[in-house]
Structure formats: C-alpha cells, structure tokens
C-alpha cells in the first residue's frame, strides 16, 4: 500500500507541558474512552513529554483507587507484550484525583492549589474535558474561571475546553449555552466533541470525494437519486433512562451524527484543509436545509418483543420511564438539501433503538441507467450503490451490475468491497483518539462550530417543538424488529430502497 503523506500528527511540539482535567473522572465516559484513548496516544509519543492527568468529580477516591479504576480499561492495542506494562505504569504515575463538588468554589481552589502543586512555574497548557451531564457545564465552567484555573494571556500557556453534546435541547437553548460558556472559554477553545467526526470512516468522507476523480461528476442530482443514512441499535435504554426520556432519539443522535454526515456527503470542497474553510463549507450546506416538516417525519417507539433470542421489554415498561412517555426511541426524517448540486434528491435519516440490527451506514443510492440494450437480461438491472459502512466492519461497497459467468448474458449485481479490517493491516484509531489528539493540537476542523450547531438546531427544532406542543404520539414497533411499518411507506413516497438486512421469519419474531 502506497502512504502518499507522512501522517501529520507527528509533528505535535512535545516540550510544551500539558495538563489534562477530567471533570466526572469517574463517569462512563473518562473510564471507557477517554483515559483509553489518552493511553493510547501516549503509547505511540504523541503525548507532550512533561503532562499529569488529574480527575475531578464527586466521588470520594483515592489517587491509587483512581489509577486502577483507568488501568482497568486501558489496551495493549499499539504496543502489545512485556512493554505495554511498563508503559501503562509510567502512564498511570501521572495520574492524581481530587473529590469535590461542581458548584463549590472551594473544591475549585483546591483544584487550583492542586494544579499548581504539579507545575510551580504555571506555564502548562491546560485541556478541561467536561466529562459530565451537561447541567453541569455552567456552573463548572464558572467555577474554573473563579478559582483562576483558565489561562488567559498567551504567556500562561493555552487552556482549551471540550465539551460533549447534547449542546442544549433546541435553538434557544443551545444559544444561551453558547452564550454563557462563551463568558468564560471563547468560542476559540472551545471544541465541541461530536465522536462520530472522529471515526476513521467518516473522516475518509472528504478523502474518498475530494482526492479521487471519478466520484465528483456524479455527485449530484443529475446521477444520484437519493441518499439514505442510518444509525441503528439492537439495545434499548441500558440504564439509561434518566437521559434519554429527556433527549429522545432525535435529539440523542439525529440533530448531531446524522446530521454531520449529512454536511458530509453534501458540502462542497473547501478551498483548503484550514478547519475554517472545512465548517464554512458544512455550515452553508447545513444552511441549504430548510426545518424538517412533521409529514415527512415519522417517529416511533419500541413495544415489548423477542431479540436474539431474549424477550425484552417495551419502552414504557422500562424503569426510569414514564408509563404516558411520548419520548422518541426512532425516528425516521427526510432532508432536502435546496441547492443546485441536490435540489430534488431525498436525503432520509433514520435512528433507532431496539432494532433488529446493529450498524450505521450511508447509502448513496444511484439513477437507473438508461437505455436497455441486454433485452430481458436488463430488466433485472439494478441501480448502483455506494454503501459507506461506519460501524461495525467499517468499510465499503460499490454495487455494480456484472454479466453472470456462463454462457450467454444474464446480469447480477456484485458488490466491490473494500473492508478495512482486510484491507488495511494497521491498528484503526479509536475516535476519542483522533480527536483528543486535534484538541492538544488546536485542530478545530473535526469540532461543531457555533453557526453549525445553530444551523443544526434550526433544521430540527420546528419539527421537536411540534411534537412535543402536540402531544405526538410515536408509532408502535417491536423490539428486535426494522421500526415503525409506516416509516417504509416515507421511504417508498421517496423513491428510497430501504434494505432490511433482517430475513422475514426474523421481522416477524
Ligand atoms: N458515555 C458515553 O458513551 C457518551 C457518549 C456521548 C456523549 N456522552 C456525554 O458525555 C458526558 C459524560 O458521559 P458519561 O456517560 O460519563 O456520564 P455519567 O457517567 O452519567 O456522568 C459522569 C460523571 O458525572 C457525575 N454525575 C452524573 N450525574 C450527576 C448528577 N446528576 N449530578 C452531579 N454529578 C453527576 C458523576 O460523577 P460523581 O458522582 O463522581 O461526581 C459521573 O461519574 C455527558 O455529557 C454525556 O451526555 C457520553
């Protein structure tokens, strides 16, 4: 395989000191991806030399609880053997953890003596990743500022803050949470996290249109009929209703993954790799987008059904929900990009939970080729189709239409397959990898800007505010199955051929 650029990332300046705060170390999230993705950076030196992670939450812990708390998630991935234990333990020395609380001025101070204790001469670059709900955001990002944690001139070094959607419920939300965040950290170190930028897949996005040839003439209405993007999820709540029944799948997925691999697909070249020129193109393609419409929406619920085996409970009957809730576990919506690459062509998004499948992909779904001139043999001629598989098996395939080996012509379609795992012989990195890494080196290009997130917001708000004025009630699928029956009857007004990858004696369990 031929590698046409040295990898950037190996340029990161290691001698300036770094400090790392996790507000909610002892959360999900910092456990199971962030020390990870951290462990892994350093593992392959794209850590500077001279850095300390310290935890911050409510938990009470000591610094050696803590270190085997992470040491319980970190992967030998990059440096298997005798070593990775050497490096995990020179890992784990920088570790420290504070107890305190996010509203309490005095847990901050302590923070603060704590931070200087690690770097008397106060000249480290700080990185705050806000690992908790998002309520807490305000009141911890004042909290840092008070107690003098923020570096404010260039001198002191940089701090940057990460923080982790969903950034607000609606337009005014997310303004008034921009807004008051933007009081203490500019909108220049802030980087808003969405993981789904960082997977390998999505950020192949721009690489497989922009640095191939044969793909940007047929990008466009006059080749492309339709393009369909899913997210799907054979689990329900997981324990986590307290979040969900307040966000809502369109709220949960939709408003940010989807939609950002909606910019993707069809934002036009940006004048240059700058982080600027990648989200001015995104955001006018976002901006393209006029509010999604209730009739061209269908949301949906699970009802109580048989998944591999297992009977599981309906939405409803799960603890933490409300029995009356109308709160949206799928829900499937077409975009129409109004410009003059897509005027015409449906783009669909569809997420959901309890669903009989497990995967996100992006299918872009070709006209029929014109002109028939292989008599019957034709009529089963299909139309092309781009599959962008993101998880699991990230990859992709090209269905194109081949003559049937034998005798005479009859014509099947065949898929061109590239899997990753296959294909390319190197550990994949994990999302939370490549983007902590573009945080440490102030990379924005792969983080929502704040037009971005308004002009997201904008597409869905008219649409969530309906639903909730009206009292909407979703549509009744079982657990286990491909969703709401009526959602197929969307997709076909649309001309979009969805696949089920489910057999028919397995929809019908
Ligand atoms: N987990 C994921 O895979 C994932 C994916 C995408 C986005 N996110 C976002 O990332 C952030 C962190 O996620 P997470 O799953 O790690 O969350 P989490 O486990 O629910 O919370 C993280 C920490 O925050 C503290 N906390 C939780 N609920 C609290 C409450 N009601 N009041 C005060 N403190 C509370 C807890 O620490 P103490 O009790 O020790 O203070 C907890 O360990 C959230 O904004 C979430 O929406 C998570």
């Known amino acids: 395989m031929k590698v046409l650029e040295k990898d950037k990332r190996t340029s990161i300046n290691r001698d300036e000191p770094l400090c790392i705060i996790v507000i909610g170390a002892s959360g999900d999230l910092a456990i199971r991806k962030i020390f990870p993705a951290l462990f892994s950076l350093f593992c392959q030196d794209l850590l500077p030399k001279d850095f300390h992670i310290v935890g911050f939450a409510r938990t009470t812990m000591s610094d050696e609880a803590f270190r085997e708390r992470v040491n319980t998630k970190l992967t030998c991935r990059y440096v298997p053997g005798e070593r990775c234990d050497q490096l995990m333990a020179a890992f784990l020395e920088r570790f420290s953890y504070l107890s305190g609380n996010y509203d309490d001025s005095e847990s901050f101070k302590q923070l603060y003596q704590k931070l200087d204790s690690l770097d008397a001469s106060r000249q480290e670059n700080r990185l705050f990743y806000m690992s908790i709900p998002p309520f807490l955001f305000l009141d911890v990002a004042h909290a840092l500022a008070d107690a003098g944690l923020v570096h404010r001139k260039d001198s002191e070094g940089w701090s940057r803050v990460v923080i982790e959607k969903p950034f607000g419920s609606d337009r005014n939300s997310s303004d008034e949470l921009t807004e008051s965040m933007g009081k203490v950290f500019t909108e220049e170190q802030t980087y808003r996290i969405d993981h789904y930028l960082g997977k390998e897949v999505i950020q192949n996005l721009m690489v497989l249109r922009f640095a191939n040839l044969i793909f940007d003439p047929i990008w466009n209405r006059a080749h492309i009929e339709s393009v369909h993007i899913s997210w799907m999820e054979d689990l329900g709540l997981e324990g986590r209703a307290g979040y969900f029944e307040d966000y809502g799948i369109i709220r949960d997925v939709m408003q940010n993954h989807l939609l950002q691999m909606v910019a993707l697909v069809a934002m036009e070249q940006p004048l240059s790799l700058h982080s600027q020129h990648v989200r001015d193109e995104k955001v006018k393609a976002l901006r393209a987008i006029p509010p999604l419409k209730l009739s061209d929406m269908v949301v949906g619920q699970y009802s109580a059904g048989a998944h591999k085996g297992r009977q599981h409970f309906g939405y409803l009957e799960e603890d933490g929900v409300n029995s009356e809730s109308i709160t949206p ?116 290009s792969l983080f929502i800007r704040s037009d971005e997130l308004e002009a997201a917001w904008d597409i869905f708000t008219p649409a969530l505010h309906q639903l909730e004025t009206e009292q909407i009630k979703p549509e009744a699928y079982p657990f286990g199955s491909s969703g709401p029956q009526v959602a197929k009857a969307l997709a076909s007004r649309y001309n979009i051929r969805c696949q089920s990858t489910l057999k028919p004696e397995e929809e019908a369990e």
């Not at 997420?351 to 001139?373: C, H």
């Not at 001629?381 to 239409?401: K, Y």
Request: net charge neutral; hydrophobic share 40%; proline share 4%.
């Open 329 to 444: 576990t799928y829900a499937c919506g077409v975009l129409h990009v109004r410009n003059r690459r897509w005027d015409g062509v449906p783009f669909m998004v569809q997420a959901g939970k309890a669903l009989g499948d497990n995967k996100t992909e992006i299918r872009i779904q070709f006209r029929s080729v014109p002109g028939n001139i292989f008599g019957k043999a034709g009529k089963a001629l299909g139309n092309n189709e781009l599959v962008i598989r993101v998880q699991p098996d990230a990859g992709m395939s090209l269905r194109i239409t081949n003559k049937a080996p034998g005798l005479g012509i009859a014509l099947l379609e065949s898929d061109l397959d590239l899997r990753y795992d296959a294909a390319f012989k190197v550990v994949i990195p994990d999302a939370y990898e490549s983007l902590l890494l573009d945080v440490v080196e102030g990379d924005k």
